[in-house]
């Protein structure tokens, strides 16, 4: 009994209570709290709530870790986590603005602003401090990093951490994940949503989409005015964005061919063309009309590969720089670029980590990856260098103080900030300009789930001795009514905004709600609706710009009002 007890609260004589004691400890609270994470009621998870629930029990039995051990790994934690977020939105944050983005991100911004808004109505008329509606609100819109901003603030203004932050948050995350999912079905049934309509609508890419997805229609040709016209001809004279990735002539059945400028066109030719929704009916009257037709017959002689840009002299070129179909008689269809669908026309400029949609034999395909994806053993490696040089600058940045008139402290972005702002231009700089390759990209994953689980089992540690005797009192059941008013009223505010005002396709706006709410489970749960990408490109839109206000107003409540 006395090596059970030793081992979790430390050995003075061998580890001395400290680094070994330490790392156990925390090590154990993210593997318990990651492994319960996996479990899932409905296709939903609290995910990584798990392990701050976890590290609570554990704080709550005094099996935590010395406080400013306990403190150090905590704020490296969310440096690690913010700075992984800023690298993974940094190349798609300021074309998010863009191709319908801004009427999306609009929308989130009424969203934020009314969650800020209930906020402070709850505390005028509550009496509850700042600093604690802070953990609720961080809680309620289930975002990590405002919780990390806000004891941050807290600990600029008063001098020390305010550990009903992490409580407030601890009881209202759950709230917000079933908050969302409760403002989804009223907002289904109220604004009586046809599921099967809105899949129709979304395959076409209608709304504030049409400019942000793309899609495969098979046309006939039956246009006399093209009828042994040249494809590059017949271009010159179209301002549309599609691409024709491959031709069966007509009279010739059992074969396909790649298409390429010199392409003579005829009546009765059947052409696979990917196409904007917006530019759909504009290509249908031009070549002719839209056909059910089975691709799927010629895919011994034709095969799809999609491909990531890795190799650096292709950043800044465009598809017709690479002249992939004259050299390879291989055709790029589409570019995907932070989850959004491009089509490839011939001016479309490459960044390192676009991923490329290609169409030709397997000899084609072969050579068109070896020009586009680096196979060198340096390209297999995340260059360590600039990501340790962006934290150093993110850690400068986030002590720098800016002054607001009327708030009685400058404010600072905070370590929550200033690594995931540099991080952001690093990420978006870093592509045009050779700084990352797509091995750094694709380690900030894992640097982002270790450093927000570091993080998260330190707050459940430094939170769990009070927090029991907290939430079985009448203000946690207060807090957690709360946390349901400040994630659903919202929600169901902009439902009604979104769908009345702007129009926007059912499974598109739950896409934006849950990114203005920074809610993976709720994307999962909208994503269970529909077989189109209409959820996650409205997630996508949004998801950059809501994380960077939430975790800046976070901070001006606190300085201006605690």
């Not at 941050?152 to 999912?181: E, H, L, N, R, S």
């Amino acid at each position: 009994m006395n090596l059970f007890y030793n081992l979790f609260n430390g050995f003075p004589e061998f580890w001395g209570g400290g680094v070994a004691h330490s790392v156990l400890i925390v090590s154990l609270v993210m593997a318990i709290g990651l492994t319960l994470g996996k479990i899932k009621v409905k296709h939903v998870s609290l995910g990584l709530a798990w392990v701050l629930l976890v590290g609570i029990i554990f704080g709550h039995f005094a099996l935590t870790l010395e406080p400013n051990l306990l403190h150090f790994i905590k704020e490296l934690g969310l440096i690690v986590f913010v700075f992984a977020i800023g690298l993974e939105v940094g190349p798609g944050f300021f074309s998010s603005f863009r191709r319908g983005g801004l009427a999306l991100n609009s929308l989130m911004v009424l969203v934020l602003f009314s969650s800020i808004a209930i906020t402070l109505i709850i505390h005028y008329i509550s009496g509850i401090p700042m600093t604690t509606m802070a953990g609720i609100f961080s809680g309620a819109v289930t975002n990590t990093p405002a919780l990390g901003a806000a004891q941050q603030a807290t600990t600029d203004v008063f001098g020390y951490d305010a550990p009903k932050i992490a409580m407030g948050y601890a009881v209202t995350y759950p709230m917000g994940v079933i908050g969302v999912i409760l403002a989804f079905l009223i907002l289904r049934y109220a604004l009586r949503i046809n599921l099967n309509k809105e899949e129709h609508t979304a395959l076409r890419g209608l709304g504030s989409t049409e400019r942000l997805t793309v899609r495969n229609i098979t046309i006939e040709v039956s246009n006399n005015m093209i009828d042994g016209k040249m494809l590059g001809d017949i271009r010159q004279f179209v301002k549309r964005e599609f691409v024709i990735t491959r031709i069966v002539f007509d009279g010739e059945e059992d074969e396909c061919h790649i298409v390429s400028g010199k392409t003579i066109l005829h009546r009765g030719d059947k052409l696979l063309v990917v196409v904007t929704p917006k530019d759909e009916d504009a290509v249908k009257a031009l070549f002719g009309h839209s056909i059910d037709y089975d691709w799927t017959k010629f895919d011994s002689q034709m095969k799809t590969r999609r491909m990531i840009v890795s190799e650096r002299k292709l950043n800044g070129k465009t598809i017709a720089d690479l002249n992939i179909r004259t050299r390879f008689n291989a055709n790029i269809t589409r570019i995907t670029r932070n989850g959004v669908d491009h089509v490839a026309t011939p001016q479309f400029v490459l960044q390192t980590a676009d991923i490329l949609t290609v169409i030709g034999s397997e000899n084609a395909l072969t050579h068109t990856e070896s020009e586009v994806t680096t196979r060198n053993h340096h390209a297999s490696y995340s260059d360590l260098v600039p990501i340790f040089i962006g934290i150093s600058l993110g850690c400068i940045l986030a002590h720098i103080p800016f002054i607001i008139p009327g708030l009685p402290q400058p404010v600072k972005f905070g370590l929550a900030g200033g690594p995931m702002i540099i991080a952001i231009l690093m990420g978006y700089f870093g592509t045009k300009n050779h700084w990352l390759n797509t091995a750094t990209f694709s380690s900030g994953n894992m640097l982002r789930e270790i450093g927000i689980t570091m993080f998260l089992a330190c707050v459940g540690l430094q939170a769990g001795k009070d927090f029991v005797a907290t939430v079985i009192t009448s203000e946690g059941l207060q807090w957690a009514g709360y946390g349901l008013m400040i994630t659903m009223i919202p929600i169901l505010i902009g439902g009604i905004v979104g769908r009345y005002v702007m129009h926007l396709n059912f499974f598109t706006l739950m896409g934006v709600l849950s990114g203005g709410n920074t809610n993976p489970p709720a994307l999962a749960y909208a994503n269970e609706f529909t077989s189109t990408d209409a959820p996650s490109i409205g997630y996508t839109m949004v998801y950059p710009l809501a994380m960077i206000l939430r975790i800046i107003i976070i901070q001006v409540l606190i300085m201006a009002i605690a």
